[in-house]
């Protein structure tokens, strides 16, 4: 456990480094007014920090920075969250209002402005199931027990997955299926199909189909969506712009690593819903081990439809970045709920 004190100072060492990108010593952070401490008891209190883990000093200077173990204290324990700009959220709010309609150029201009906005990396994943539905739906059996679904969607794309047929399915009970399958979901977007299965369609099975509650759970695990959602990204040369990434080498193995959209869909579904923070040496790729990665869910009812990250250096303006991720997956929530009744 820090003391009061020493909560106090790792904090304004943290506060300062994000700001000036420089080692912070002793006497910079007696001169503010919100410490109170004189020189010398500042530097005792860091040298204990350090000697904790929770500062290290850089070769070339007196001061100090923070660790990652450092920052993670304090976006766990000290960070405050920043105020976001009323006219910056105001732009992002009537963007999205104004283009509902077109989903995917939604996602890439909402990436555009956070990079703008924090000067950072965003990296949006956003899924195809937006403008997705479901053309055709087959069932050809194979034996007594088990059946190939087919689903078509309206992209063209087709997917065969083998299921469980229920006992006591005949031939016409599955036609009956299909039927009912193709009546009530052909043009329903993926992201529906869910609510529409228990809905409308288990009303169906239950007037046609006997023991019908079987085979309804066996069609939804046939009609679970898994279709790849597609990375968006905007501000990738902001890395550039940050004192900490100046060695070219270093920018580029970063780079790279946006560049390989499979590993990024990887990377972001180890994260957690809700908001999440992976500082430096928590984030799984050695490429990004001096970066940290904050992220954010957008849902509908509950389900998690996509992911908002940002990515900059571990000298992240924490407070911002988590309040302003914060606000705009939940209006995308609310926006794309209003959309999707």
């Not at 201009?109 to 997705?132: C, D, K, R, V, W």
């Not at 046939?222 to 968006?232: H, I, K, M, P, Y």
Request: hydrophobic residues 40%.
């Amino acid at each position: 456990m820090l003391t009061e004190r020493q909560r106090m100072i790792l904090n304004a060492i943290v506060d300062d480094y994000i700001r000036s990108a420089e080692p912070v010593g002793s006497r910079s952070i007696s001169k503010r007014g919100d410490v109170g401490f004189s020189p010398a008891t500042i530097r005792n209190e860091m040298a204990d920090l350090e000697e904790l883990g929770f500062l290290e000093q850089p070769h070339t200077s007196a001061g100090r920075v923070p660790s990652t173990k450092g920052y993670r204290y304090y976006v766990d324990h000290l960070v405050k969250l920043g105020e976001v700009n009323v006219n910056e959220l105001g732009l992002m709010k009537s963007f999205v209002a104004d283009k509902l309609n077109q989903m995917e150029q939604v996602i890439q201009q909402t990436a555009m402005i956070l990079s703008n906005l924090t000067n950072y990396t965003s990296i949006l994943l956003g899924p195809e199931l937006f403008h997705t539905s479901l053309k055709h739906f087959g069932l050809v059996p194979l034996n007594a027990e088990s059946a190939v679904a087919i689903i078509v969607t309206n992209t063209g794309h087709v997917e065969n997955r083998t299921i469980s047929i229920p006992p006591n399915l005949d031939m016409d009970d599955m036609q009956k299926v299909v039927n009912i399958l193709n009546t009530k979901l052909v043009g329903v977007p993926l992201i529906r199909l869910k609510a529409k299965l228990h809905s409308e369609v288990g009303q169906e099975l239950e007037r046609h189909i006997d023991h019908y509650e079987e085979l309804l759970s066996v069609l939804e695990s046939a009609l679970q969506n898994d279709e790849e959602q597609r990375v968006f990204m905007s501000g990738t040369t902001n890395m550039l712009t940050q004192p900490e990434f100046k060695d070219v080498d270093k920018v580029k193995t970063i780079l790279d690593l946006l560049d390989e959209t499979p590993t990024i869909m990887k990377m972001f579904s180890s994260l957690p819903s809700g908001i999440g923070v992976r500082i430096g040496t928590e984030n799984d790729h050695k490429a990004i081990s001096d970066c940290s990665l904050i992220t954010a869910t957008y849902s509908i009812n509950g389900e998690a439809l996509g992911t908002i990250g940002i990515l900059g250096p571990t000298r992240m303006d924490y407070g911002k970045v988590i309040s302003l991720l914060n606000l705009i997956s939940k209006d995308m929530g609310t926006l794309l709920g209003r959309w999707y009744k």
